[in-house]
């Protein structure tokens, strides 16, 4: 397949021009023009690249990309994951925001979804889009069997804290570093969140507040998305599609 046909078919899928997000999106390094094999990874540290390009990866998809805030020099650790791209004639395509609120493939539909959950709403706008998804359960379904799923069909929570009650009945879920969110979610009257990552400041929210949550780790909870992504890719173009992990463990 054609780079340029793929990648007007992400960024148009995705949205990927119309969502402001804190540095540019969509294809930061033009590699090769034709795409067989696509390697998706949560980041794109150098470890990361190496690990896609020994699966002769043709298009690198990625959460997070090399782009971030003010223009960086091309020198060291960061000037030498540029050659090795570059050299390489390897693609990179990252979706960031993008991702974590799409409503087929994002990180958040997608973690609702392989917990059991169904999305009714959507919440915690981020420039000025809503990436985070509320799922209502009227007849309640007990918190540890939603730990239970996410260990099951994600990966280990980092930390659980079962502070609410024991059968939840809405959910709030929230990829990536969402802690400070925790007060906006109850607000919203949700008595469960699964997010990410938490901080020594964050640590005891959810007591002090009386609910149930879940930090499954800032990576783990944004596998997710670059799996279905890639999985959709894969399906609709007859592409070769690989993930690569490699946690961080926060």
Known sequence: ????????????????????????????????????????????HLPCVEAALLHEADLMLVHHGIMWGPARLLSG????????????????????????????????????????????DWWAPFNGVKIGVIAAATQGVSFAH???????????????QPFGAPASTKVAILSGGGAGE???AVALGCDTIITGETSHVHYYDAQNLGVNVLYGGHYTSETVGVQALGEHLANRFNLSFRFVDLPTGV
């Open 77 to 120: 650790h960061y000037g030498l994951l540029v050659r090795t791209l570059m050299m390489a004639h390897l693609n990179l395509y990252a979706a960031h925001l993008a991702l974590d609120g799409h409503p087929e493939v994002g990180n958040n539909v997608e973690l609702a979804r392989r917990l059991g959950l169904e999305v009714s």
């Open 146 to 160: 939603l730990v239970d799923r996410f260990a099951q069909n994600v990966g280990r929570p980092n930390i659980v």
């Open 1 to 44: 397949m054609q780079r340029d046909e793929l990648v007007h078919y992400l960024n148009q899928y995705l949205r990927i021009d119309e969502i402001k997000d804190y540095g540019p999106q969509g294809l930061q390094i033009e590699g090769r023009s034709e795409v067989n094999t696509i390697v998706g990874a949560v980041d794109s």
């Open 182 to 184: 925790i007060e906006a």
